[in-house]
């Protein structure tokens, strides 16, 4: 394991505390929540059940006993625990390098605390390095990309990944992102963007970073 895995695995080891016992719990997707999907399976037996953000955390909760209900039936989740791409030092994030943005955002905006997991190297003062995941509707692929152009950035479609709603990610590069909020309700206006992986408005409340939590 590499030591950037290893600050995952911690991360998610500590992101494990933050779990209320006989809770619904949010979970996001990719290797980090790989990892915590792991841990929360030694202790299926004390949440009630998981809303999950994509088919790939889906499949792994139920390899592990773990019950997966749909958020309309769910409420309010009391935690949200994902990963991210990028977290900047007021846990402003961009996500959605695994193309499950839009169902992140959706669980995240549901939850009263974020617990976001990175490792170290993902910490930025600010956001942009990571190319920012634009989800969009198929047909509007090349006008979203003419917008994205004329503000600067270089949109990049991810070729072969549909999105688990039936959508293509456009990923923009290039952008040194010092206004996250001004620009996620910028990008959101666009039409043809069903989701912008600018977590600005609805940042992490905690972040964990390897065994440590961010201060
Ligand atoms: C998926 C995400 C992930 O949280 C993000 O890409 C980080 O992934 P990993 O934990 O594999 O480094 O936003 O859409």
């Not at 016992?21 to 004390?46: E, N, R, Y």
């Not at 019950?67 to 900047?88: F, K, M, P, S």
């Not at 959605?96 to 955002?105: I, P, Q, S, V, Y």
């Amino acid at each position: 394991m590499t030591s950037r895995d290893e600050e995952k695995r911690q991360a998610a080891q500590r992101a494990i505390g933050y779990v209320e016992p006989g809770s619904v719990i949010g979970v996001g997707t990719g290797s980090t929540v790989a990892h915590f999907i792991d841990a929360l399976g030694a202790i299926a037996d004390h949440i009630h059940a998981a809303v999950s953000s994509s088919e790939q955390s889906t499949a792994r909760l139920k390899q592990h006993g773990i019950r997966v209900i749909d958020l309309n039936a769910a409420g309010e989740l009391a935690v949200y625990v994902d990963g991210a791409d990028e977290c900047d030092p007021r846990r402003r994030l961009i996500k959605g390098g695994g193309a499950a943005l839009t169902r992140e955002k959706i669980i995240a905006a549901a939850s009263r605390t974020f617990v976001c997991m990175i490792d170290s190297s993902k910490r930025v003062d600010m956001l942009g390095k990571f190319p920012l995941p634009l989800e969009v509707i198929p047909m509007a692929r090349d006008y979203v990309a003419r917008q994205i152009a004329k503000r600067g950035g270089r949109p990049v479609w991810r070729e072969n990944v549909v999105t688990d709603n039936g959508n293509w990610i456009l990923d923009v590069h290039d952008w040194k992102i010092a206004d996250p909020l001004a620009l996620e309700t910028e990008l959101n206006q666009i039409t043809g963007v069903v989701c912008v992986g600018l977590f600005a408005h609805r940042p992490a409340d905690i972040v964990l970073i390897g065994d440590s939590v961010m201060t």
